[in-house]
């Protein structure tokens, strides 16, 4: 049998929704991420807003609501980065993207090449919360890359 070295990330994902625990995930995630010497990328995904509606709106200027939507997210962002890690999460490595979550970090992993995430999970709420209890499985299932999920009260 031959062993196969565990080898430290370089580039490491947190997915946050921007609720309460967000800030401790992202601190957990930047003390990692300096521990082992690797870059750090915090992701919020924000609804398809045209999807969601599934329908005409009538006087809604949905294209102007999702740019007001995401703005919001990424303020909101900023606001949890900084109280975590000061500056030292640039605009960059601060992602905001709309749709599906798991679609989401499954792109970032991609594009970004990331190697591990970091996600919180709460029963009932936290970032998991949101992928509905089949997405989740999917998810774990067929994660390409590590991941630690971090319990919060």
Request: hydrophobic share 40%.
């Amino acid at each position: 049998m031959r062993k196969t070295m565990v080898q430290k990330p370089r580039k490491i994902l947190c997915y946050i929704d921007l609720g309460e625990h967000s800030r401790f995930v992202v601190e957990y995630g930047f003390e990692l991420a300096g521990l082992v010497q690797a870059e750090l990328f915090v992701l919020h995904s924000v609804a398809d807003i045209k999807q969601a509606a599934g329908f005409y709106i009538p006087h809604v200027n949905t294209e102007l609501l999702e740019d007001q939507v995401a703005q919001a997210a990424r303020d909101k962002m900023y606001a949890i980065c900084h109280q975590a890690a000061g500056e030292g999460i640039d605009s960059d490595h601060r992602l905001v993207t709309k749709g599906n979550p798991v679609d989401a970090i499954n792109r970032a992993i991609e594009t970004r090449r990331i190697e591990l995430i970091v996600l919180s999970h709460e029963t009932g709420r936290g970032s998991l919360y949101g992928f509905k209890s089949d997405l989740v499985e999917k998810f774990m299932k067929n994660a390409t890359i590590p991941f630690l999920v971090l319990p919060v009260k």
